[in-house]
């Protein structure tokens, strides 16, 4: 049997591949299953006369996400083998720990049991390391802090709310709400930041599907031109995908804004895929609204920026 063979069947970037895909797959298959069925009880369509043709959304989305939880771990570890940096391996070793940690103790009270929570001091300390190693490892990819932005305001939503109740303090909750309140519009900065930076890099007519698509979606939401559709857009999917603060104008910007981010960041795969793959990864994560049991959407971002180490470089950009 030819080893060249076995060697490219094996291709670790095909882990990468399977990741990304199965994050998308579980935003739109998973996440945004709520969304999908919203707009039919709004137009007046029983939800339960279409719900046995939606089953394959939850076999899909259930498949997707497992990928990722297993997926993440294994990205961990290769990445702690990878990077060099000897505090950065240290950072993501305990961060790997602190996950499994509350992987285990999750599956033991209960993978459903919604009553279960880790103490503050163990959440607080988590969240710490996992933005501690994101930023350390985006270092050299500047753009990627911009991107970052809306996921440290994620952070410190919650991080400030476990603070308040380690510390009995109420007024640590108000930065907690005002982390909350501008998450959204630092969603819409760091797209159009990274757009501006984009745009001197791929040419503009590559993109035009992905602005024709956006101004579609967000035309589609001003105008409800389906029953339902501007609810289930311009209320559910921003929340499905962590953003607090959202207000009635912003929506319709920000699918726009987001499809021609998108639509950048696969164009960028042939000039720099560590980035591309990256950005892909984190516009793919969502950002941070959820409980420490939940591992997998808190380490997201924290995986996407493990891309860069990850990804293979072919040997011209090295040069």
């Known amino acids: 049997m030819d080893i060249n063979k076995i060697n490219n069947f094996f291709n670790p970037i095909y882990f990468l591949y399977i990741y990304l895909i199965s994050a998308f797959l579980e935003l739109f298959f998973n996440r945004e299953f709520l969304v999908s069925v919203l707009p039919f009880g709004l137009a007046g369509i029983s939800v339960s006369k279409v719900e046995p043709y939606l089953t394959a959304f939850y076999i899909i989305g259930g498949v997707a ?177 962590g953003i607090l603060g959202i207000r009635d104008w912003m929506p319709p910007i920000f699918f726009v804004i987001a499809f021609i981010t998108f639509g950048y960041a696969l164009c960028l795969r042939k000039l720099d895929k560590p980035l591309s793959f990256s950005v892909l990864a984190l516009l793919a994560a969502t950002l941070v609204f959820d409980s420490v049991p939940i591992t997998l959407y808190l380490i997201s971002p924290l995986v996407a920026v493990t891309y860069l180490y990850l990804t293979p470089v072919r040997q011209k950009l090295k040069e």
């Open 65 to 241: 996400f497992t990928f990722l939880l297993i997926l993440q771990p294994v990205f961990l570890v290769w990445a702690i083998l990878k990077i060099k940096q000897k505090l950065g391996r240290i950072l993501l070793a305990s961060v790997l720990y602190l996950t499994l940690f509350a992987d285990f103790m999750h599956i033991a009270y209960g993978v459903n049991n919604t009553a279960f929570q880790l103490p503050a001091v163990y959440s607080i300390i988590y969240v710490t390391l996992i933005i501690g190693s994101s930023l350390l490892l985006i270092k050299g990819k500047n753009i990627l802090y911009a991107l970052f932005i809306p996921d440290i305001l994620a952070y410190s939503f919650l991080l400030f709310n476990w603070l308040a109740q380690f510390l009995r303090a109420s007024w640590i909750g108000i930065i907690s709400g005002y982390s909350g309140y501008l998450m959204a519009y630092a969603v819409l900065a760091a797209g159009v930041i990274f757009i501006s930076w984009a745009v001197r890099k791929v040419r503009i007519v590559r993109i035009l599907p992905f602005v024709a698509i956006g101004l579609f979606v967000g035309i589609a939401s001003w105008l409800n031109l389906i029953p339902g559709w501007d609810f289930a857009i311009g209320v559910a999917f921003p929340y499905v995908f």
